[in-house]
């Protein structure tokens, strides 16, 4: 059970099933008012809004294409964090972010540059899905998948994540199966080897951008602490308790890991690993330049004559700055 404490706390004199209808009232039928929940006596509904207020204060951003929305979040502390909306094949899709800024200052990217600022708790990582399921509603539609790619590093907020994920799981939450549920890591090897003996069901995707120990280090400093060897033997065993296919992201970067002999690096180092490759186009934060689209070509043809699995992640909604922490990014400097 998510510690929704603030919620226990308006709760605690009251009998047990006041829990149970205000989480229903919450999660199933996504009020986002308490005047509105009427099994909920008029006193009860009066405390709660101001002992557990429901509105999430959100601006939205759409894609010209129509297909990404994101929206920036302003947290109680005034933080902002972002969560993106991609509906695609009929599936409705999230990014969702797990920390405030990151510590991990990987160089490509917006929300590294930020810094850490803090861990998001359960109820805010909760609350971005809650957002969409909102927004989905009046459409008729729902949250179908949820990929914790968005700001900050998942493995690094493990235990609130891992709460969020089983309250969301559950059919007090949203009732979403593990399998809806993927970690994007830049490779933290002790959390993901944890993750595969405590959630073997969740889907993992590994942020690899580099197919030297040299390459990795210079475009993610973290990786001076092990090395691709390492990060290897780590999915190696991942898969040996969880039989799922990885996915391997890979962000294509002009003159940095884009050669077709980084592609055969890549394929060799990626031999008997059960996985999908999704090359990703370097969404430019200023400092690198991004990958030619023949170039792209080149290296995903390279690679699926050696026998690999490729997807090349859409283009979507690059208008909204959809490489997530961009947004913030923006916001705070100007
Ligand atoms: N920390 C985790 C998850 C969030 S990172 C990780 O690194 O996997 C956010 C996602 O956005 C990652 O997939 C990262 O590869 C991608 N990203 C970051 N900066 C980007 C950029 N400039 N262009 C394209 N994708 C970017
Ligand atoms: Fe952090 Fe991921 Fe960005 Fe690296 S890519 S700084 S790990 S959020």
């Known amino acids: 059970m998510m510690n929704l404490e603030p919620l226990f706390q308006a709760l605690i004199s009251e009998p047990a099933f006041r829990l149970k209808q205000a989480q229903h009232f919450i999660f199933h039928e996504l009020g986002s008012d308490w005047s509105q929940a009427t099994t909920l006596p008029p006193a009860l509904r009066q405390r709660l809004s101001i002992d557990f207020p429901l509105d999430i204060d959100h601006k939205l951003y759409r894609s010209k294409d129509g297909r990404s929305i994101k929206a920036l979040i ?12 991609m509906s695609h094949g009929g599936r409705q899709s999230l990014c969702v972010s797990t920390q405030v800024g990151c510590a991990l200052g990987c160089l490509f990217c917006a929300t590294g540059r930020l810094g850490f600022k803090r861990q998001l708790t359960p109820w805010e990582i909760v609350q971005q899905v809650l957002l969409w399921q909102r927004y989905l509603k009046d459409q008729g539609e729902k949250v179908t998948n949820v990929i914790f ?3 900050g590093e998942p493995l690094l907020n493990y235990d609130h994540l891992l709460e969020a994920i089983r309250f969301m799981r559950s059919d007090d939450g949203f009732g979403l199966g593990s399998r809806r549920f993927s970690i994007s890591t830049i490779g933290i090897i002790d959390k993901i080897l944890k993750l595969a003996n405590d959630e073997p069901e969740i889907n993992l ?11 990795r280090a210079e475009l993610i400093p973290f990786h001076e602490n092990y090395t691709l060897a390492e990060l290897r033997r780590a999915l190696v065993d991942y898969l040996k308790l969880t039989k799922r296919k990885i996915m391997v992201e890979y962000i294509m970067i002009d003159d940095v890991n884009d050669s077709l002999d980084d592609a055969r690096r890549l394929a060799k180092w990626l031999r008997g690993i059960i996985c999908v490759v999704n090359l990703i186009s370097y969404n430019d934060t200023g400092v690198y330049a991004p990958t030619p689209p023949a170039q792209i070509k080149a290296f995903k043809t390279e690679l699926e004559t050696l026998g690999l699995e490729v997807t090349q992640r859409y283009k979507l909604g690059d208008d909204i700055a959809a490489a997530c922490g961009q947004l913030a990014g923006h916001d705070a400097n100007s």
């Open 205 to 215: 995707a590994v942020s690899l951008h580099a197919t030297t120990d040299a390459v």
């Open 74 to 85: 302003t947290l109680s502390d005034h933080a902002q964090i972002e969560t993106v909306l």
């Open 149 to 151: 790619m968005g700001m």
